[in-house]
């Protein structure tokens, strides 16, 4: 696959496993999990789901920005939390971080997440 590009950024956590942050084929690209990790530190950020979730968009945006991008052009995200009881919170950080029209999006409640943390999402974009 000669027009495949692994996108990485120092803005956003390093892969804590065999996996890219995003790669990009064409103009679609497709970003993987993100977790509220500090990039500077790799240590979970402090704080309740608004918090972690604010974190978890910060390092999509900055994947997104190295793929050339930005959220605005997410046509899909997929969102995985330890408790649905958090929904309407990650929504109102959510609409902080994107613009009409939004995205499509899928939202599913899960056992366990890395590292504990309460929340991940992934992306696709098409740029």
Known sequence: MSNRAIIATESAPAAIGPYSQAVKVGNTVWISGQIPLDPETM???????????????ENLAAIAGAAGGGL????????????????????GVMAQFFEEPYPARACVQVAALPKGVAIEVEAVLCL
């Open 72 to 91: 605005n052009d997410a046509v899909k995200i997929n969102i995985s939390l330890t408790d649905l009881g958090d929904f309407a919170a990650v929504n």
């Open 43 to 57: 240590a979970c950020v402090e704080g309740g789901i608004e918090q972690q979730a604010t974190r978890v968009f």
